[in-house]
């Protein structure tokens, strides 16, 4: 953003896992949310990072351009605006040195969205990350990070939910071409021996986030005096997790690379894992809050009440998200836990800087 001069407090390193071994590294979808703050987390370790991104519409090309700004600021950044769509491009970029992980976080996001258009959920997220996974398999096999949702839970009303659940029911085509990457990445794994692992995020929020977000939607209506609309009369319960915990997770998860699992039981339900080195890890805060509590919490930390519309429940969405994240608290030794309220005064914090400079 022009005039800021001094890095926000969530650009700096909260983490303690470091990337051990890793020193070339391929992140897509660089200049968007997770993707930014994940690259930013590698470079301060001294990490090569090539970032990938097509810098899309969807949402500001402008927000997109300033995390660029702060990352080629940085010495072992380099990037490339590439579409996934395009594989041709995306082979030779692969054709390269070799990549000692690859970190994709590059999707086309949002639930409503893809209501309304549903040929760019196929282009970005099936087509795309099929030639990810070609890519990957013709240039060495690196260990595969992708993103998942927690959207791929769907209509399942088992709660919390976990990654042995079934997910066969999604309520949305961004669910389900999410569900289609965990089947895809399976099958390279299963085939090729591409060490594939699967984050289901669960609403990630904090400092330089997505407008289309909810949390950062309220927070800008509410400093306008706007009303904001809130679904399903605001009977909804959603698992936030703090950015800083995200990077967190998908750096020790990185420095683990799914391994093949010989013990594996042919009759286990458990679809996490397979006797191929492919593992599924849900990311989420374990701590649901209702989104009246949640709305209460902004109106504190922006010490201004929200005019609140109260409307139906909309097409695709599901009135409540809780993570089970024992399985990464068993493998990765960490689990997300900022609270919700810490997290929302980093994240307003940004938003009056950004927006003021």
Known sequence: MRGMTTEPESMLDHGQEQASGLRRVLVTGAAGFVGFHVAQRLLGQGV??????????YYSVALKRERLRWLTDKPGFVFHELDLADDAALDALFAGPRFD????LAAQAGVRYSLSNPKAYVQSNLVGFANLLEACRHHG??????????SVYGANERLPWAVADNVDHPVS?????????????HTYAHLYGLPCTGL???????PWGRPDMAYYRFTQAILEGRPIEVYN?????????????VVESVLRLAARPAEPNADWNALSPDPASSRAPYRLYNIGNHKPVELLEFIATLERVLDKPAQIELL????????ATYADTEALRRDAGFAPSTPLEDGLRRFVDWFRHYHEA
């Open 312 to 319: 139906p429940m909309q097409p695709g969405d599901v009135v």
């Open 173 to 185: 085509l961004y669910a389900a071409t999410k569900k289609s990457n965990e089947l895809m990445a």
């Open 141 to 150: 096999l690196p260990p595969l990070l992708y993103a998942s949702s927690s």
């Open 48 to 57: 090569e990072v090539v970032g990938l991104d097509n810098l899309n519409s």
């Open 200 to 206: 289901r995020f669960f609403t990630v929020y904090g």
């Open 101 to 104: 992980a690859v970190i994709h």
């Open 233 to 245: 009369h605001g009977q909804m319960r959603r698992d936030f997790t703090y950015i800083d915990d």
